[in-house]
Nanobody, 129 residues
Framework: QLQLVESGGGLVQPGGSLRLSCVAS????????IGWFRQAPGVEREGVSC????????TYADSVKGRFTISRDNVKNTVYLQMNSLTPEDTAVYYC??????????????????????WGQGTQVTVSS
């Protein structure tokens, strides 16, 4: 059973940066496509960015393209989300989630057309001056 734990959230000023980490345990992440999702109060959950099992393919929501970068280190069993040029609209709880790579594409995972099998507990990101 895969367990996911996010960290790295916090309070940051507009224009600032944060790096989120998602550490997996219980299984290797080698066989999982993994994504970052976010949800703000009163807003539907959004797929922010997803990455394929070997890191060869990535996808981003239009709202974060050019500002966020997803990466993974399968040796460390960790996935990262580097967030730059943050705006108040990025304020949300950020979750990482995983699904076996053979079940869906990262496009369908991030697009909400296929629900991930494993979810972390989330980390709060607040962008405010």
């Amino acid at each position: 059973q895969l367990q996911l734990v996010e960290s790295g959230g916090g309070l940051v000023q507009p224009g600032g940066s944060l790096r989120l980490s998602c550490v997996a345990s219980g299984s290797t992440i080698d066989f999982y496509n993994i994504g970052w999702f976010r949800q703000a109060p009163g807003v539907e959950r959004e797929g922010v960015s997803c990455i394929s099992r070997n890191g060869g393919m990535t996808t981003y929501a239009d709202s974060v393209k050019g500002r966020f970068t997803i990466s993974r280190d399968n040796v460390k069993n960790t996935v990262y989300l580097q967030m730059n040029s943050l705006t108040p609209e990025d304020t949300a709880v950020y979750y990482c989630a995983a699904v076996s790579f053979g079940l869906t594409t990262i496009q369908d995972l991030c697009g909400g057309r296929f629900r991930a099998s494993y979810w972390g507990q989330g980390t709060q990101v607040t962008v405010s001056s």
